[in-house]
């Protein structure tokens, strides 16, 4: 397999495993931040919905610790009269407003009709005669979520023999004895009735059927206004009754009358033994304050909490921001039940704005995490990517420079053995070609030791094993040393070689073997990509207590974004001139690591009029 064919697969597993799913994450992520002041609305509405049903079950409490004290409070008629005891008990409690009596036969004791009453007592007569001597009916309202049709499904667990036990399983016999319990039964039944628009719509097509009424809600509710529906129905469903029928059933209670935006709050208690009916008008002012005393703190920094009555408006403004504030679209709103038809205890926002600005806040940070996050994957994958692609261009170099090395080999070695047998068999009388082919032997296996020197070299360095025997030395030695060795191969190639400045004394400290080296690799270089013009220049020269020596040629260059990569180990630049040009990928680098280890420093610039030019810097002595 190809290295461009790895590389394509790699990329493809690439964008398969880091691309692809980091694109995948930040559109998710991307539209999850779009939905998180939604997010933190609904978070907050739990919240306040939790407060708001804490709050109607205090309000709940109270009203029947109301009815239960106004019980307590309410004695039997004695000797001295109904006018005394009836006076007593509005002494005892300002809910008290206007006190009556109901005989058994629907006859109305008190107030007596005629002289002498007050002029609330005959309004209170001329109001309520009719309703109190059932003569006409009155609005009685229910919760719907309890009517006897929603309890089928809890019926049909019970047993055909009324022993209520469970037709499934005996372990259920707990859960169901729970379930019995009224107010959790009722909790229950009105989750239910909330969580299913299913069973409000058949439960109210149930009491329309029956003739029942079913009231507005005062208030439009935050998903409503988001979507521009009209303003739900109560939970609460109105009958007409006598005041007989409302009074069945129990010893005593409230009944609520509204008419229009008018809201009047009975009580009445059954006196035994004859059955009379003794209650009063609720004082609506004590009543209201009663219930407002048991509300929960009403201002808060994030919230407001309020009771809208009938006609929905609030009870209390926390803020007394009267007619600026929206009351009839609260943030979280609760019915308070059948005692109070269309009151609400009603939660508002503190600062609308501020939960949009919360939110814009999370997404800013959210979204810059996300960047990062998506950033790093990138990054990280790139760099992994980058890595791998790497490892396998340094295997394929590795196949290269082992194939190149083998080459290189043996060309020197096929060489010196043609030229060894030619003198064996005595084919070359001519003393003079004699000496001629024994010089080319020598010089194939100089550059035979050479590459053998180079790949040992290389191996010395990368292990870390690589040691110079450094002493001072003339520099200008070792450049003569190095021309001189490939001086032969040079000539016969048609290379002419110029030096300047190789007369003078440059002291130095180093290795001088692996100082030549270092000039010997250049050369070669210079030798292998020549160009037409065949020439090479060395110059030795001092600047700033460092020397300088320069090997220039007229060859084909280094193209343009590849001069930093050529001293990288195994890399040969690749194009149509250099593929036939057999090499380890190596001198360069051993050329660079030898001479930092002496201080100096090996550069590469483009040589002006075309070719190259390598600088080695050494610190004279």
Known sequence: MTYHRLTVKLIAAFAAAVIIPGIVLGIIATRALRHEEAYLENLLEDTLRVEVDQAVDLIRNEIKSMGDRLAQGLSLPGEEGNDAVFKAWKKDSDLVEVPFLVSREN?????????????????????????????????????????????????????????????????????????????????????????????????YQQTESQNQEVLERNVITRQQAASGSVRDRTILVAQDLNFSRSTAGVDHGFIPRLTGSKLEIFFWKKIPPEGEIAGCLVNLKAFTGKILSVLPIPYSATRLMTVLNQNGSPLIDPLDEGTGREWKRPFVSREIGELLPRWEVAAYLSD???????????????????????????LGGFLIFRS???????????????????????????????????????????????????????????????????????????????????????????????????????????????????????????????????????????????????????????????????????????????????????YRVDDHFTTRVKGTGLGLTIARAIMREHGGEVVYQPREGGGSCFSITIPIV
């Open 352 to 378: 609308p704005a501020a939960l949009a600005s919360r939110a814009r806040l999370q997404s800013l940070i959210m979204g810059v995490l996300i960047a990062i996050l998506l950033i790093a994957i990138l």
């Open 107 to 203: 006859r109305i004791i008190w107030p007596k009709d005629g002289k002498g009453t007050s002029s609330g007592d005959d309004d209170f007569l001329a109001d309520n005669r009719d309703l109190l001597s059932d003569k006409r009916t009155g609005q009685s309202f229910q919760n719907a979520a309890l009517l006897p049709e929603s309890d089928g499904a809890d019926r049909d667990e019970i047993g055909a023999d009324g022993s209520g036990r469970s037709v499934r399983e005996e372990k259920y016999l707990d859960l169901k004895k729970a379930l019995s319990q009224p107010r959790l039964k009722e909790k229950l039944a009105v989750a239910k009735f909330r969580g299913s628009p299913e069973a409000r719509s058949k439960l």
């Open 388 to 570: 791998v692609n790497q490892e396998i261009l340094l295997a394929r170099q590795k196949t290269t420079f082992a194939a190149n090395v083998s080459h290189e080999l043996k060309t020197p070695l096929t060489s010196i053995r043609l030229f060894a047998e030619i003198l064996e068999k005595g084919k070359q009388p001519d003393r003079e070609k004699q000496k001629h082919y024994l010089k080319l032997m020598v010089s194939e296996s100089k550059r035979l030791s050479r590459l053998i020197n180079t790949v040992l070299d290389f191996s010395q360095i990368e292990e870390g094993e690589k040691t110079y025997h450094k002493q001072i030395i003339e520099l200008t030695d070792v450049v003569r040393r190095a021309t001189e060795n490939l001086k032969v191969p040079l000539e016969q190639r048609g290379f002419t070689i110029r030096t300047k400045g190789i007369d003078a004394t440059v002291p130095v400290l180093g290795d001088p073997e692996a100082l030549e080296q270092v000039l010997i690799n250049l050369l070669s270089n210079a030798e292998k990509y020549s160009g037409k013009k065949k020439e090479i220049e060395i110059a030795v020269s001092v600047k700033d207590d460092r020397a300088i020596i320069t090997v220039s040629d007229r060859g084909i260059g280094i193209p343009k974004g590849t001069a930093k990569k050529i001293f990288n180990k195994f």
